[in-house]
T-cell receptor, first 113, second 115 residues
Framework: SQTIHQWPATLVQPVGSPLSLECTVE??????LYWYRQAAGRGLQLLFY??????ISSEVPQNLSASRPQDRQFILSSKKLLLSDSGFYLC????????????FGPGTRLLVL | AQKITQTQPGMFVQEKEAVTLDCTYD???????LFWYKQPSSGEMIFLIY??????QNATEGRYSLNFQKARKSANLVISASQLGDSAMYFC????????????FGGGTRVLVKP
């Protein structure tokens, strides 16, 4: 069966520091991968998605970037964090060519101080 | 742009009773999928149920059923026999073929089940 991992689970970072959040998927190959952000008490906003290694699409202009160095690895990064980057970051995967259902990881809570 | 609307910010439901969560969507795309996710306090998004726009029958998954009314563009979630563990945020989402099947989420409904 497929599993999706995210780490770290919680992160507190100062403004201006760099960021690297990692997401990995097991038990599937060539998945579509997604990064979402959720502000407190709000819905999910799609940040990036990837249909393959090295292929990244950005949904909204922002202070963040994403990379997919391996088939089942998706990384969310920033060179300098802003206060507004605080939130709950969720990674999701979907089987290529299959139903649109996305399956989510446990998420990372980021607090920028 | 596609839009998903959940008009109920929060609801109380008595344990063992049924609850209906509203969801409407706005699209001209004839091909789409509708989803409901549950988000407990832990934060993880748990997939509950899926309905395709061409499906003739309403989807059911255990105690969850989706009341799909295509002409009204609504996809309400019905939870039967509520349990205390059903207390969570519930999100409606849709993936539209014209938008590459990327999911668009509603704002969510918080459900609290009372014993």
């Amino acid at each position: 069966s497929q599993t999706i991992h995210q780490w770290p689970a919680t992160l507190v970072q100062p403004v201006g520091s760099p960021l690297s959040l990692e997401c990995t998927v097991e038990g599937t190959s060539n998945p579509n991968l997604y990064w979402y952000r959720q502000a407190a008490g709000r819905g999910l906003q799609l940040l990036f998605y990837s249909v393959g290694i090295g292929q990244i699409s950005s949904e909204v202009p922002q202070n963040l970037s994403a990379s997919r160095p391996q088939d089942r690895q998706f990384i969310l990064s920033s060179k300098k964090l802003l206060l507004s980057d605080s939130g709950f970051y969720l990674c999701a995967w979907r089987q290529t060519g299959g139903r649109e259902t996305q399956y989510f990881g446990p998420g990372t809570r980021l607090l920028v101080l | 742009a596609q839009k998903i609307t959940q008009t109920q910010p929060g609801m109380f439901v008595q344990e063992k009773e049924a609850v209906t969560l509203d969801c409407t969507y706005d699209t001209s795309d004839p091909s789409y999928g509708l989803f409901w996710y549950k988000q407990p306090s832990s934060g993880e998004m748990i997939f509950l149920i899926y309905q395709g726009s061409y499906d003739q029958q309403n989807a059911t998954e255990g105690r969850y059923s989706l009341n799909f009314q295509k002409a009204r563009k609504s996809a309400n979630l019905v939870i039967s026999a509520s349990q205390l563990g059903d207390s969570a945020m519930y999100f409606c989402a849709a993936g539209f073929k014209a938008a590459g099947n990327k999911l668009t989420f509603g704002g969510g409904t918080r459900v609290l089940v009372k014993p």
